[in-house]
C-alpha cells in the first residue's frame, strides 16, 4: 500500500494542505479526482485549502487505498492555536484561510522554539494587561518576531546586553533597517526583557541611532480649497472638513460619535485618542453647519458613529477614509506625495501662520510634549517673513547687469 504525508503549506497567500507520495498513476488519478485540488510547481506537489471539510473528504477517499502520515499536520495545527493566542486582537474581519501581508510573520511563529513561543505569548499578553493599543502590540510583536526567528532554538531570555547589543548592529548594518524601525524594535526588545523578565535597566548600555528630523509635509491654503473643491459626495466632504478644522489624526475621526459633538459649547469631544487621551477641540461654525447639512441629507443616517460604514453600520474603515483623500488629491491636481495626516500638519502649521500661541496648539493636538508641537515652527511662514536674506540687502537696490 502507498504511503501518503500531508503537510501545512503557504500557497498564494493561502493556507494549504500538501499531499505528497511517489510517483504512481493511480493515486495521482485518486488525488486529482477529489475537489478543489491543484498542483504546485514551486513545492512539487497537489494541495487542496487547509479546510476541515477537506481534509475529511480527502482522509475517507484514501481509507483502505493508502497510509495516510498526517503528524506534520497536527503538529502544525497544534502549534498554529498556540501562535493565534499570542496574535493582536483585531477589528478587521480576516477571510478564512487567507493570510494578509501583515500576518505573515504571524505564520512564521510556527517555527519557533518551545521556550521562544512561550515568549512571545507572555509578551503579548503582558502588552495587553498593560493596556497598550492594538497597533502598538502588533508593531511591538512583529519587532520581536525578526529576533526570535533569528534565534530559532536558543531562549530570548538568555541573551546578554552584550549579545543584544550586536544583534542591533546587525538589523542596522546588515539589514539596513531606518531609525524609526530601529527605535521600535528597541522599544520592543526593552519592554520584554524589562517588563516581561524584569531585568530592571537591562537597555541602558545599548546606544540608540539619531532619529533624522523629518519635516511636516502640508498643503497650503490655495491646496486646501483646490481638495475641498474637487469633493462632491457630501459624506467625504464632511470627513475631510472636519479631519482639517479639527486638527484630527484618521483614528479620531473614523471613532467620532454622533454624541461627541457640542453644538453648545461648540466643542468636539476625542475620547481616547493618542496616548489613551481625551480632549476638547473647537467646533467650527462652518464645520457645524456641512456636518448638520450631512446628517440631514446622507441616506442612511449614521446612528451611532459620525461617519459610519454603510454596510457594517460601524465605525468606517480608516483605509478607505485614506483613499478618500488620495483620490481627492489626484483630482484636485495637487502633485505632492501626501496623505490624509497633512491635513493634520496643515491644520496647525496654518495655525502658526496666524499668531496662535503654541502651547495652545499642542493642546488642540493633543500631543504630550511640546517638542513634537515645535516641528511646526520649521514650516511656518509666520517665522520666515519677516527674515530678509542678504542677498536683498546687498542686490535690492542696485540694477543687476546679467
Not at 306 to 322: C, H, I, K, N, W
Not at 359 to 368: M, R
Amino acid at each position: 500500500m502507498e504511503h501518503v504525508t500531508l503537510k501545512a503549506l503557504i500557497h498564494k497567500h493561502k493556507e494549504c494542505i500538501g499531499i505528497y507520495f511517489s510517483r504512481n498513476n493511480v493515486l495521482a488519478h485518486l488525488i486529482r479526482s477529489q475537489p478543489n485540488v491543484n498542483w504546485s510547481k514551486t513545492n512539487v506537489c497537489w494541495y487542496i485549502p487547509l479546510e476541515a471539510d477537506g481534509y475529511n473528504r480527502l482522509m475517507q477517499h484514501l481509507k483502505n487505498k493508502a497510509i495516510v502520515d498526517n503528524s506534520q499536520l497536527k503538529k502544525y495545527l497544534q502549534k498554529k492555536k498556540q501562535v493565534k493566542d499570542t496574535m493582536p486582537p483585531t477589528n478587521e474581519t480576516i477571510n478564512r484561510g487567507i493570510v494578509k501581508p501583515w500576518q505573515a510573520i504571524d505564520l512564521a511563529a510556527i517555527n519557533l522554539s518551545a521556550e521562544n513561543l512561550v515568549a512571545i505569548g507572555q509578551f503579548v499578553e503582558t502588552l495587553k494587561l498593560k493596556s497598550y493599543s492594538t497597533s502598538t502590540i502588533k508593531t511591538y510583536r512583529n519587532e520581536f518576531m525578526q529576533l526570535l526567528q533569528l534565534l530559532k532554538t536558543k531562549p530570548a531570555a538568555e541573551l546578554t546586553a552584550e549579545e543584544l547589543k550586536r544583534y542591533m548592529v546587525f538589523a542596522m548594518e546588515q539589514q539596513r533597517i531606518s531609525e524609526n524601525t530601529a527605535h521600535s524594535r528597541l522599544n520592543a526588545l526593552k519592554f520584554y526583557y524589562e517588563q516581561v523578565l524584569g531585568k530592571e535597566k537591562f537597555f541602558w548600555e545599548i546606544p540608540r541611532p539619531k532619529k533624522a528630523m523629518i519635516l511636516p509635509k502640508l498643503l497650503n491654503e490655495a491646496e486646501i480649497r483646490k481638495l475641498f473643491n474637487a469633493l462632491t459626495n457630501i459624506k467625504h466632504k464632511a470627513m475631510l472638513f472636519t479631519a482639517y478644522s479639527a486638527g484630527l489624526r484618521v483614528s479620531e475621526i473614523v471613532n467620532l460619535k454622533i454624541a461627541d459633538i457640542d453644538s453648545g459649547r461648540m466643542q468636539i469631544l476625542i475620547e481616547r485618542g493618542k496616548g489613551k487621551k481625551d480632549r476638547y477641540v473647537n467646533l467650527s461654525p462652518i464645520l457645524l453647519d456641512i456636518l448638520r447639512e450631512y446628517m440631514t441629507k446622507y441616506k442612511p443616517r449614521p446612528r451611532v458613529y459620525l461617519f459610519e460604514s454603510d454596510s457594517t453600520r460601524g465605525a468606517y474603515p480608516t483605509r478607505t477614509v485614506q483613499q478618500i483623500f488620495s483620490n481627492a488629491k489626484n483630482k484636485a491636481g495637487i502633485k505632492k506625495e501626501l496623505g490624509i495626516h497633512s491635513l493634520r500638519h496643515s491644520f496647525a502649521t496654518h495655525l502658526l501662520d496666524k499668531g496662535t500661541d503654541i502651547k495652545y496648539i499642542k493642546d488642540l493636538l493633543g500631543h504630550f510634549s511640546i517638542k513634537t508641537t515645535e516641528r511646526y515652527l520649521h514650516v511656518s511662514k509666520q517665522q520666515l517673513v519677516n527674515i530678509i536674506s542678504p542677498f536683498d540687502d546687498l542686490w535690492g537696490k542696485q540694477k543687476i547687469d546679467w
